[in-house]
């Protein structure tokens, strides 16, 4: 009887959790899905009939040639240029006895928390021909003009987006040669290999997935973004597909057959940087075999320490204290006259951003409900999800994972748009929160799925035993012991959504502008003032930061993205 | 003779506390010497000085009569440059490559050409008995198994010295017994010269030609197995290696024929004292010393036995059957002291027992 009894609410209680998986793995599902198929219906239809025009016209179009063989310039560019960055950071953090190590740490992953399109207009500020504050300099001290670099060319597209794309490369190959056992390079050096060949055939092949993966997520990220293809690109006539997309939706006259189709082609290239990396890896996944408790030996760098802690210091120059330096600079001008005079110093801009200019003031309280909530629900939705107990499970946990992942920015907030055009949600906040939550749920997804794969099963088994529901043991026991896992999930989320740009300049309306958005709308009017914007979103962000740092200082690398 | 290898007043320092401490000693060519010491007593971090991971403080490092490190010229030879071969304690298999690869590189650095390196590859493998595995993937191997790719890239490419840092302690206890066999084979067949790294008393007794005992930072003790164990020169010595009791006491006497035998007095709490003959090596009458008994030094006798000499009294305090052996904790009034027996023994727990002392074995340590 009483075993009968005991049966009934064991098996009642797990249908409670698996239902709740289910449940929210479908509608995930759904949300990516039904957008997608939206936009594929969209870029084969027309009229409400079967159609090729949108292809067709893409081929036909002046341009869209040249576009295409600029996206995967500055697609394969950015993402080489981001390793050759972000890898030699990891190398030396990780790996050296490089000084003020914690320093440089917090000072590599900074310019993930500013946003490449606010970085891009920094750049501009200090690069634009004759009023730029390093032109300026440069042209004083008798630099020939004509070697000047060209601020809105695709070299310099390719090279800002590396630097503030870099953090992804830096963390995915920091985290994975902390994992690394010295001894294998110890072991090459004793059987005759020197310092280079040791870095080259051991350090660097055996950490060559995590490389590669971090490379595919730049080029993904790449393919479809549109901060610096608008910050700079477009002035300086180098459109690609995602720019061509939003021109195509925004501008008169509509062509939405063909922005789908540019759409379609938009996936398949990231889809191939996908397909290239599986291929290289195969299933080869260079778990290191590691002894117990090695201690993590550092190279001494000897007369490079200095060298080396220098490189890190100019990078972190670049990437954000030159930047940051100039927008709080013009933010305190009254205008901006290519160099910060004292006479023009004011706090106006500040205050009428944050006080008195109702679009800014909107667009901040807008930033911060969407991305509060979306960073939330993420949250939610992800720790229902890793819960994922079963095999298939799994294997649909991985492909809801890696498809918002491998459908650039731009694309995604085209579909997000194709999905709800007519429904009520269309033209209001919640078609913003809906693209952050499905856009990027993955992040929080897999801080708390590593989280969850180090708590033991028998730890929620056991409070089930000894009495609690379902319920009761995930918020009893799980929820307290995922919480670093949740605070760093949500920041992380939270930060991501706040600078996210791509997607939401298809999916804002009059009234539901988000900052990163207003930055753009603001971008030919009031510099002076559009700094000070700047300055207060990366002030936000980088509390933001201050406080994830503090959170989960002793492992800023595993922090997944 | 100078050694093979030699390692003179050699320092390392990590912070403020040295790791080696004024080490010297040398390795004879073609035998294995082992450092043997708990964990942080300096063996590991002088084997990495010998092979160039670690750069020390002072000393010099000579291999074959040419310095490879010699801190006064501030020398430091390149671990690349000194012609080692090492077994990691993790084995270092590079999960990239297969076993043929990770066999290979030691060759491939010696720019030997693809048919050489072929040839020798097949050879070492064959030498550790992987002999058709080359072509595996070095991560889908066992933990034997990649002990045995590791011990093959380590002798490939003939290495002047070979290094081993406590290969066999990830290895689980029974094979870790085969792995011993296996590699003291090895060892005396190529005749290779060898430094072997452990913490493991019974595989440096089984493997060392000879053994160094390290302690915090300095040598203790140098010596056959044999000798380590029968004449400790220290109590650190003896309780490290084997199993010891040990009991204070004074040299009271001795032996006008033979000067390694002494009589000492020992004295219990109540200032009662008894007698007992034992060893010593430099014995001086007066001076204190700690009395070294192992176990199986030991024969136990009941109370009323007829037994003379050597005696100490005592109460079993506890017994448990070990199956070979009994093993017994005597309580007597000079402290507790451990006794092993024939497996069939039995004494009950609290009965009275006579322990006697075998003269010729137990050793009396001089302590300060």
């Known amino acids: 009887m009483i075993d009968s009894w005991l049966g009934r609410r064991v098996a009642s209680n797990l249908r409670v959790e698996t239902l709740v998986y289910w449940a929210t793995a479908i509608l995930a599902a759904l949300a990516i899905l039904y957008p997608a198929w939206m936009s594929v219906h969209a870029a084969f239809t027309e009229g409400g009939n079967f159609s090729l025009g949108g292809f067709s016209r893409m081929m036909q179009h002046p341009s869209v040639g040249k576009e295409i063989a600029t996206t995967l310039l500055f697609a394969s560019g950015a993402t080489l240029g981001a390793a050759v960055i972000g890898v030699p950071l990891a190398w030396i953090n990780a790996r050296t006895d490089v000084p003020g190590r914690r320093l440089l740490e917090i000072l ?13 207009m920094a750049w501009r500020l200090l690069l634009v021909p004759r009023a730029g504050m390093v032109t300026r300099v440069l042209t004083d001290w008798g630099w020939p003009p004509e070697l000047l670099p060209d601020v809105y060319s695709i070299t310099s597209m390719i090279v800002i987006q590396s630097i503030f794309y870099s953090p992804f490369m830096y963390l995915y190959t920091v985290a994975s040669i902390r994992q690394m056992d010295p001894s294998l390079e110890e072991v090459a050096r004793i059987h005759g290999a020197g310092p280079w060949q040791t870095l080259w055939r051991i350090t660097l092949s055996i950490n060559g997935p995590a490389l590669l993966s971090g490379m595919v997520l730049v080029f993904v990220f790449t393919v479809g973004t549109l901060e610096i293809p608008m910050a700079l690109g477009i002035a300086g006539g180098n459109y690609v597909i995602s720019t061509r997309i939003w021109t195509l939706m925004s501008d008169y006259p509509q062509d939405l057959t063909m922005a789908a189709s540019l759409g379609v082609l938009a996936v398949l290239i990231a889809g191939t940087g996908i397909w290239i990396q599986r291929r290289i890896l195969g299933n080869r996944k260079f778990t290191t075999v590691s002894g117990k408790g090695y201690r993590a030996r550092r190279i001494k760098l000897g007369k490079w320490r200095w060298p080396a802690f220098g490189l890190v210091i100019s990078y972190a120059t670049i990437a954000v204290i030159a930047p940051l330096i100039v927008l709080v600079l013009v933010g305190l001008q009254k205008y901006w006259a290519g160099a910060f005079r004292l006479e023009l110093f004011t706090l106006d801009n500040f205050r009428s951003v944050l006080f008195e200019y109702d679009v800014t003031r909107r667009a901040i309280a807008n930033s911060l409900i969407a991305c509060t909530a979306a960073a939330t629900i993420a949250v939610f939705m992800s720790i229902m999800l890793s819960q994922a107990k079963s095999r298939r499970g799994e294997a649909l946990m991985g492909l809801l994972v890696l498809l918002p992942i491998a459908i650039p920015g731009a694309v995604f907030g085209m579909m997000v748009l194709f999905a709800f055009v007519r429904t009520p949600i269309y033209n209001t906040l919640y078609i913003i929160m809906f693209a952050y939550v499905i856009g990027y749920f993955y992040l929080a997804y897999r801080t708390i799925y590593s989280v969850r794969l ?81 300055v207060i979103q990366t002030v936000i962000l980088l509390i933001v930061m201050l406080i994830f740092q503090r959170l989960s200082y002793r492992n800023t690398d595993t922090m997944t993205i | ?86 077994v990691a304690q993790s084995y270092a298999i590079w999960p990239h490559m297969s076993v043929f690869e990770n066999v290979a590189f030691p060759l491939q650095m010696q720019k030997l050409s693809r048919q050489a390196i072929k040839e020798r590859v097949r050879e070492a493998l064959d030498v550790v008995r992987l002999g058709d595995l080359g072509n595996r993937n070095a991560t889908e191997l066992s933990g034997g198994q990649q002990q045995r790719v590791a011990l093959a890239r380590a002798i490939v490419g003939r290495p002047r010295v070979l290094l081993f840092d406590e290969p066999l302690s990830n ?140 005696l100490i009294g005592g109460a079993v305090h506890k017994s448990q059957f070990l199956g070979d052996r009994t093993e017994a904790i005597v309580d007597t009034k000079f402290g507790q002291m451990r006794v092993w027996m024939d497996g069939l023994a039995e004494f009950s727990e609290g009965e009275h027992v006579q322990m006697e002392v075998d003269a010729e074995r137990c050793i009396a340590l001089p302590v300060d």
């Open chain 1, 454 to 534: 180090s708590i033991h099963d028998e730890l929620e088994q056991s409070a089930r035993i000894h009495g609690a529901t379902w319920w009761k043991a995930t918020t009893r026991i799980l929820f307290p012991l995922l919480r670093p896992g949740i605070y760093s999930a949500w920041l992380m989320t939270f930060v991501v959504l706040v600078r996210e740009f791509s997607s939401v300049m298809f999916l804002y309306r009059n009234g539901t502008e988000v900052m990163s958005v207003l930055f753009f709308l603001l971008m030919e009017r009031h510099s002076a003032r559009l700094a000070a914007f700047m």
């Open chain 2, 1 to 86: 003779m100078p050694g093979f290898v030699e390692v003179r007043g050699l320092r390392k320092r990590f912070g403020k506390t040295w790791a080696v401490d004024d080490v010297s000693f040398e390795v004879e060519e073609g035998k294995l010497l082992v450092l043997l010491g708990p964990s942080g007593c300096g063996k590991t971090t002088t084997l990495r000085c010998i092979g160039g991971l670690e750069q020390p403080e002072s000393g010099e490092i000579i291999i074959n009569g040419e310095h490879v490190t010699d801190v006064s010229k501030h020398l430091y030879l390149q671990p690349e440059a000194r012609g080692m071969g090492m």
């Open chain 1, 108 to 120: 590599c992953v900074i310019p993930l928390f500013i946003s490449a399109f606010v970085g891009a």
């Open chain 2, 171 to 310: 290895l689980d206890a029974k094979l870790r017994e085969e792995m011993r066999y296996f590699l003291k084979d090895i060892q005396r067949k190529i005749k290779i010269t060898a430094i072997y790294v452990t913490h493991d008393q019974a595989e440096a007794m089984a493997l060392g030609h000879e053994l160094l005992v390290m302690n915090a930072g300095k040598i203790e003790q140098r010596g056959s197995a044999r000798s380590l164990y029968c004449e400790p020169e220290t109590s650190f010595v003896a309780n490290f290696i084997g199993v010891a009791s040990f009991i204070r006491a004074r040299i009271r006497s001795i032996d006008p024929d033979d000067n390694h035998s002494v009589v000492v007095e020992l004295e219990d709490a109540d200032g009662k004292s008894s007698l007992l003959r034992v060893r010593s090596q430099e014995a001086r009458i007066g001076s204190n010393v700690a009395v070294t008994i192992r176990p199986e030094w030991v024969t136990l006798h009941t109370i009323d036995s007829e037994v003379s000499g050597n």
